[in-house]
């Protein structure tokens, strides 16, 4: 009996120690909203792996969804406002109005639509991901794990844009890391397999691309010998 319950105490243990009970900006409650936000954006940033695997899996998209509009919304309106300077100085230089007219109206637009932006992005390329993971054999659990991965870390790395000129090539390539270890902790899969469905769709383009140019340069020689033969 003695044994039976240290081996039931041992069982339980293992258990809470799988529980999944993060991100602390889903504990905002408790933790307080300036505390649960920078505590989930510092562990995705820089301890990706154990605040993936302390994510929540299932719980409903709105925690995650909010996270990424408040911070996304916030990187990208600031984006959007070095666009507006770069714009600025150009104008100052050129003169040229109604080109400086569109972009203020166009980068004006961004600003009042970016969390709607934001949050259609996070559906397209999370769904996307979704799929490739699919496709590869990684998706262990549902759609909304995939969604929340993206979500916490396009709305951590989105600050990133707050740098200007190379703030978003930052932002993009850590993005990429973060979310291979998210897929992998949240789904419970193989690195390969996070990355495979990462880097899916680009490969995919690129052999469309690819594709696209052979196609290309085989009807060229052929219209070229074709007008060879009339010519000669």
């Excluded at 990424?68 to 714009?87: D, E, K, N, T």
């Excluded at 996307?128 to 759609?143: E, M, P, Q, S, T």
């Excluded at 996070?194 to 696209?212: D, E, H, K, Q, T």
Aim: charged letters at 10%.
């Amino acid at each position: 009996m003695e044994e039976e319950s240290i081996m039931n105490e041992q069982i339980t243990d293992e258990q809470q120690a799988r529980e999944r009970t993060g991100p602390p900006w889903e504990n905002r409650e408790r933790l307080g909203f300036f505390t649960a936000i920078w505590e989930t954006m510092k562990g995705v940033l820089i301890n990706p792996g154990r605040t993936f695997a302390e994510m929540r899996t299932e719980g409903g998209i709105g925690a995650p969804i909010l996270y990424a509009i408040i911070l996304g919304g916030i990187g990208g309106i600031v984006g959007v406002i070095w666009q507006g300077l770069i714009y600025t100085l150009n104008f100052m230089v050129n003169q040229e109005i109604a080109q400086y007219a569109a972009n203020a109206t166009l980068l004006a637009l961004m600003a009042i639509f970016m969390p709607l932006i934001v949050a259609i992005g996070l559906f397209i390329s999370s769904g996307i991901a979704h799929l490739c993971l699919i496709i590869v054999g990684g998706a262990n659990k549902r759609f909304e794990a995939t969604f929340r991965v993206f979500a916490y870390t396009n709305g951590s790395v989105a600050l990133f844009q707050i740098v200007p000129f190379c703030g978003g090539i930052v932002a993009g390539i850590w993005g990429i890391v973060c979310n291979i270890i998210g897929l992998k902790e949240a789904h419970e899969t193989t690195t390969g397999k996070a990355v495979l469905a990462i880097l899916l769709p680009a490969i995919f383009l690129l052999f469309c691309c690819g594709g696209g140019i052979l196609l290309l340069l085989i009807l060229g020689i052929g219209t070229t010998g074709a007008l060879y033969e009339y010519f000669a």
